[in-house]
Nanobody
Framework: QAQLVESGGGLVQAGGSLRLSCVASVRTFSSYAMGWFRQAPGKDREFVGAVRWSGSFGYYADSVKGRFTISRDNAKNTVYLQMNSLKPEDTAVYYC??????????????WGQGTQVTVSS
């Protein structure tokens, strides 16, 4: 069994920054790629970005590229999402997930409960 727990969400003004954390209890954490997704009300879950097992070769959706950065600390079983230059359209529930590092929700075996990020204008 595995469990992922996100934290760090909250309210921030447009242009501000926020850092999300995800602590994973999944065994062999370092063998998984880690991804971040988000879901706004009435919309499908959307790929944000992912980082490979080593923590290198992160890639991101066009909507967040240049503003968001994913990193991981395998010793702490933790993955981070640093969000800068936030926009109101970034408002969503953010989820971390363990999988193969693709942009598809179907390729991730484990999911966190989500954390709310709200960006005010």
């Amino acid at each position: 069994q595995a469990q992922l727990v996100e934290s760090g969400g909250g309210l921030v003004q447009a242009g501000g920054s926020l850092r999300l954390s995800c602590v994973a209890s999944v065994r062999t954490f370092s063998s998984y790629a880690m991804g971040w997704f988000r879901q706004a009300p009435g919309k499908d879950r959307e790929f944000v970005g992912a980082v490979r097992w080593s923590g290198s070769f992160g890639y991101y959706a066009d909507s967040v590229k240049g503003r968001f950065t994913i990193s991981r600390d395998n010793a702490k079983n933790t993955v981070y999402l640093q969000m800068n230059s936030l926009k109101p359209e970034d408002t969503a529930v953010y989820y971390c997930a363990a999988g193969d590092g693709s942009s598809s929700v179907y390729r991730y075996a484990y999911w966190g409960q989500g954390t709310q990020v709200t960006v005010s204008s």
